[in-house]
């Protein structure tokens, strides 16, 4: 039996990175799939790849009418939902604090917050009556930025560390019915994660980065040494977004390839 056999699972923003590789692992292990995504390119080559096989819906995750027109649809083509992962994220460019223009901070702090915190909030009050009837399950995405310094800018940080503690207020306003459990990851290989237009940068992505300088900085700083891709993500959400997760609710599992476990005495070379 595959582990999402008979589980229908919604990933939001996941139009690219490491939704869209959830999303793929999903539908290989068993699940009916439905993607939400803002992008409409994305949303075209979703359509191209998955054809009539995926619910693609169109939809900004801070809109809660959209969000709604989201649910309606998965009721509609599936009648159910076992699982929403959230995946949905921008960055803030690493900017410092000190080189932000004062000006521009009600701005970026806002544009970053509404995706990667009010998103989740919103996302987890429009689908919880359909994770209820179904005892479903929540999977959100923070980052290790939640857990160490320069991570990101203070935006990021701060709205990856909102997320580390939603994920354990949810699931005990949702005990027992829907568990609520989140990733930290480190590094994504393929990651198209844009920053925040606030500040100019929304044409930056993660990916224009040269491959080999960022497995370089990768390397110097992590214990396993190959950047996971999205796919590689793929079996910890789809076992936190099944009903085989029988043991846990509310955690959030650090999936860094041993980023934050640095040694204290020893330098490797
Ligand atoms: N890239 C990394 O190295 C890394 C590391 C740790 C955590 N993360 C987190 O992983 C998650 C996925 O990031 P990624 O690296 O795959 O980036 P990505 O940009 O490839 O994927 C994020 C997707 O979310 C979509 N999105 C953005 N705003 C949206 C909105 N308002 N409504 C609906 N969809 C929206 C984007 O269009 C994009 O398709 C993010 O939460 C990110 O913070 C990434």
């Known amino acids: 039996m595959q582990i999402l056999e008979d589980h229908t699972v919604l990933v939001t923003g996941g139009g690219s990175g490491l939704g869209l590789g959830v999303a793929r692992h999903c539908r290989a292990a068993g699940a009916r799939v439905a993607i939400m995504e803002l992008a409409h390119d994305k949303v075209a080559r979703l359509r191209e790849e998955f054809g009539d096989a995926v619910l ?19 009721v509609a083509r599936y009648g159910r939902l076992d699982a929403l992962i959230g995946t949905q994220g921008i960055f803030d460019g690493n900017v410092p604090l000190l080189e932000t223009a004062p000006e521009r901070l009600d701005a970026l702090f806002d544009e970053i917050f509404h995706v990667n915190v009010k998103g989740y ?28 310094a ?7 940080t701060a709205s990856k560390g909102a997320i580390r503690s939603l994920v354990g207020q949810l699931a005990f306003e949702f005990a027992p019915h829907v568990r609520v459990n ?15 237009r606030t500040l100019g940068l929304e044409g930056q992505q993660q990916s224009d980065i040269p491959k080999d300088a960022f497995l370089g900085m990768f390397r110097s700083l992590s214990l396993m040494q190959e950047l996971p891709t999205p796919e590689e993500h793929g079996p910890l959400y789809a076992f936190l977004a099944s009903r085989h997760n029988t043991i846990m609710t509310g955690q959030t599992v650090v999936a860094d390839q041993g980023l934050l476990n640095r040694a204290v005495l020893t330098r490797q070379a």
Do not use: K
């Open 150 to 156: 320069d991570g990101g800018g203070v935006t990021y």
């Open 182 to 196: 989140g990733v930290a990851p480190a590094g994504i290989a393929n990651s198209q994660l844009r920053g925040p």
């Open 121 to 148: 909030v919103l996302s987890a009050r429009v689908f919880h009556e359909l994770l209820r009837a179904s005892g479903g399950a929540i999977v959100l995405t923070t980052s290790t930025a939640a857990y160490a």
């Open 56 to 74: 693609v819906v169109q939809g900004d995750v801070t809109r809660l009418a959209d969000l709604q027109a989201c649910r309606d649809a998965v």
